[in-house]
């Protein structure tokens, strides 16, 4: 293997859950260092309702302001800025500031569903099929995020053969990728691998992304199991930033320089460079006045020669 795709996930998956509610000129700034540390995917913003997740508030601004920069050639029109749509009304709003790329998120558990997006999951796949449906008129990518797949942090065990159904159905729906959530962070590589086998032998590898939380500390194992089922597509936050409002005990997604740290080190290419990251980690801490938990980020780069 020799190319991975990494889906930075800090500035809305990490600030989320974060007390200091970070201003939209600031989200531009972090989004901006990331973007100059060799990030090509970087979620932007969420477009859901203000009283559940104040943080995201204003990802309109954010979006447009980096629409602004790739205009004036600062930032790489290559670079993809995805946000977060629950529903039609969402994408109204999104469509406003013209993204490139929607995420719809659903859930894998009836209890999370209710409490992250407020219905069932039925329900949220109709709210879906209205979505798509504006999304395609405008011609933009969806990607699909299918939460708790390992267990609810309300439900407990996710049966696999559930998972399978909604993958199916969100492919059926016309994602062109579906981000598997480990959102409370319980998986093991022995859980990994056996969802992995099905969904890999139904559905490929190529169109499944990896969303692990490290809340147990587990988030690299079972990205290295992933990699076992052909995987190349995995979601991390900078410095292991956030969790999930809706998920008690969810801590942060996999630290980004940690995963880049392991995968280059396997001399798989991410190109994304691990001092850069360590450095906002340092400068995100200096905002939200707590040590940030990636590995990586606290240890520092080992001498040079050292990983030969
Ligand atoms: P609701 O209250 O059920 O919505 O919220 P509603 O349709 O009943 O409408 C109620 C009011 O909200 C109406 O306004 C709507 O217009 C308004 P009123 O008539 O009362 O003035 N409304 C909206 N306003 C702004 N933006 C919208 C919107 N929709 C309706 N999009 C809703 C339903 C989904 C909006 C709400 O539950 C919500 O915003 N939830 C936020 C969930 C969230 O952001 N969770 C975190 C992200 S998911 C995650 O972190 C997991 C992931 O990382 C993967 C993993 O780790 O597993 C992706
Ligand atoms: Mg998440």
Redesign the pocket.
Known sequence: MSKIKIVE?GPR?GL?NEKEQFSPAARVQLIEKLVKAGLKNIEAG?????K??PQMQGSDKVLRALHKRQDEGKISKSVRFPV?V??A??LE?ALKVKPKEISI?GASSEGFSKR????TIAESFQRFEKVMEIAKANKLKVRG?L??VFGCPYDGRVPEKRVLKLIEKMLKLGVYEVSL?D?IGVATPRQVSRLLEEVVTQFGAEGIAM?F?DTRGTALANVLESLEYGITIFDSSVASLGG???ATGASGNLATEDLVYMLEGMRIKTGVKVEELIKIRAWLEKRILRRLPSHVGQAGLPLPGTLN
């Open positions: 996930v998956d989320q969420a477009f859901v309702h203000p559940w997740v977060l629950p529903n009304r969402g709003d998120f992250n997006i407020n219905c995020y939460s708790t959530g959102t969303h939380h999930c409002p809706y």
